[in-house]
């Protein structure tokens, strides 16, 4: 179940990724920053971090080009010490 949901938010960070990016081509309305850090705290890290190098979005703000794969490192390394407990 939490491999689950792992996996989905992870998802989620990637399609939010996407949107985002779809939305800056077109002058439209903004997915906030926050919601994309949210989306990676919560478990989205490596989702947003692909999202972020597939489709090269935020690629040029200093926290997003760094703090997105600590985040996404320190994910993998707690989901697999959570599963060899």
């Not at 939490?2 to 985002?20: E, F, H, P, T």
């Not at 990676?40 to 794969?69: D, E, S, W």
Request: net charge positive; proline share 1%; hydrophobic share 50%.
């Amino acid at each position: 179940m939490i491999l689950g949901a792992y996996i989905m938010m992870n998802l989620i960070g990637l399609i939010v990724m996407k949107v985002d990016k779809d939305r800056a081509k077109k002058h439209q309305y903004r997915i906030s920053e926050n919601t994309l850090w949210l989306i990676a705290i919560c478990g989205g890290a490596v989702g947003t971090t692909a999202g972020m190098q597939l489709y090269r979005h935020k690629t040029k703000h200093l926290n997003f080009k760094i703090g997105f794969p600590l985040l996404a490192v320190a994910e993998v390394i707690l989901l697999g010490y959570f599963f060899t407990v």
